[in-house]
C-alpha cells in the first residue's frame, strides 16, 4: 500500500507540472492549448535524437526544452494572434480548434518520420529506502526536479515584478493594460514558460518510463484533467490536483487494473465539477 502512494505522490507531481504549463496559458490568455501534450513529445524526440548523435544528456534536455518553447512561441505569434482579439467563449472555441488541428499535423509529422523513437532517461543510482519501500533513483530525482519547478514558479508569481504583472493580468486584463502592463508581452513570456515546463515533464517522465511519440494526446487529457479538477488558472489547484489524479491513477491501476484507470480519473474530475464546478482552487462564479 504504501510502496503505491509513494509511486503515485510521483506520478502526481509529474501530473502537476504538465496542468500547470495548461494552466497559466490559459489564465493568460484565456485559450486552451490542445497541443500541450505534443510540446513535451517534441521536447523528448530531440533529446533523444540528440542525445543518438553523441550529445551529452544534460544539453540535449536543453535542445528539448528549446524545441518545446521555440513551438510554443510559434503558436503564440502565428495561429493564436487572432484569437487573441476575440473575446471570451469565441476566444476559448477558437483556440481549441486551432490547436488541436496543430497537434494532429504534429502527431502525423513524428508518425510519418520518427515511427519508433522513444526517450527514456535511464539513472544509475542505487535505489533509497524511504518508510520502508526501496524507491528509484529516477523517481525520486524526477520527483526532486519538479518539486523544485514549483518552488521556483511560486516564487516567480508570488515576489518578482514580472509575476505579479502576470497576476495582474491573469485576474483582470483590462484592468491590468489601464495599469501600464503590456498583455501581449506577458503572453509570450507566459508561452515560453509553458514550454519549459513541457520540456521538464518530458524529462522527469522519461526518468520514470519511455516517453514514446504515441503519448501526446494522453498527456494533453492529463493536463486537462489536471486543469479542470485544480481550478483553471490556478497553480497550486494544479498541483493539489496532479498528486490527487497521481495517486488515484497509482491505486487504481494497482488494484483494479490499468485498463480502467482513465475511466477512474474521468469520473474523478467529473466529481469534483459536480461538487465544485470552478475546481478545488478555481474562481468562484
Known amino acids: 500500500m504504501t510502496a503505491v502512494i509513494l509511486d503515485g505522490i510521483v506520478l502526481g507531481l509529474q501530473f502537476g507540472l504538465l496542468g500547470v504549463g495548461l494552466t497559466v496559458v490559459y489564465g493568460i490568455g484565456g485559450v486552451l492549448n490542445l497541443a ?38 510559434l503558436l503564440n505569434f502565428t495561429i493564436l494572434k487572432p484569437v487573441y482579439k476575440r473575446d471570451d467563449e469565441d476566444r ?28 527514456s532517461l535511464n539513472i544509475d543510482w542505487d535505489p533509497v529506502s524511504i518508510l520502508g519501500v526501496r524507491m528509484r533513483a529516477g523517481s525520486l530525482l524526477a520527483s526532486a526536479i519538479t518539486l523544485l519547478a514549483g518552488g521556483a514558479l511560486i516564487f516567480f508569481f508570488r515576489t518578482t515584478t514580472t509575476g505579479k504583472a502576470a497576476r495582474s493580468v491573469i485576474q483582470d486584463e483590462v484592468g491590468a493594460r489601464l495599469c501600464g502592463v503590456n498583455p501581449a508581452a506577458v503572453r509570450t513570456l507566459i508561452f515560453a514558460l509553458s514550454g519549459v515546463l513541457a520540456g521538464l515533464f518530458a524529462t522527469t517522465q522519461a526518468m520514470t518510463s519511455p516517453v514514446p511519440i504515441s503519448a501526446g494526446f ?37 488494484y483494479i487494473g490499468s485498463y480502467v484507470t482513465t475511466i477512474i480519473l474521468l469520473a474523478a474530475a467529473a466529481l469534483t465539477i459536480v461538487v465544485r464546478p470552478s475546481g478545488l482552487f478555481g474562481a468562484k462564479a
Do not use: C, H, K
Open 92 to 119: 476559448v472555441l477558437l483556440s481549441l480548434l486551432l490547436t488541436i488541428g496543430v497537434a494532429f499535423i504534429i502527431d502525423g509529422f513524428l508518425v510519418w518520420r520518427y515511427p519508433i523513437e522513444a526517450l
Open 218 to 254: 494522453d498527456f494533453t487529457i492529463t493536463a486537462l484533467l489536471v486543469t479542470v479538477v485544480g481550478g483553471l488558472g490556478s497553480i497550486r489547484g494544479a498541483f493539489l490536483a496532479g498528486l490527487i489524479l497521481g495517486v488515484v491513477n497509482a491505486m487504481s491501476s494497482f
Open 36 to 73: 500541450y501534450g505534443q510540446l513535451a513529445v517534441v521536447a523528448a524526440i530531440v533529446m533523444s535524437i540528440t542525445m543518438r548523435s553523441g550529445l551529452a544528456t544534460g544539453p540535449a534536455v536543453l535542445a528539448g526544452i528549446s524545441a518545446a518553447v521555440a513551438i510554443a512561441l
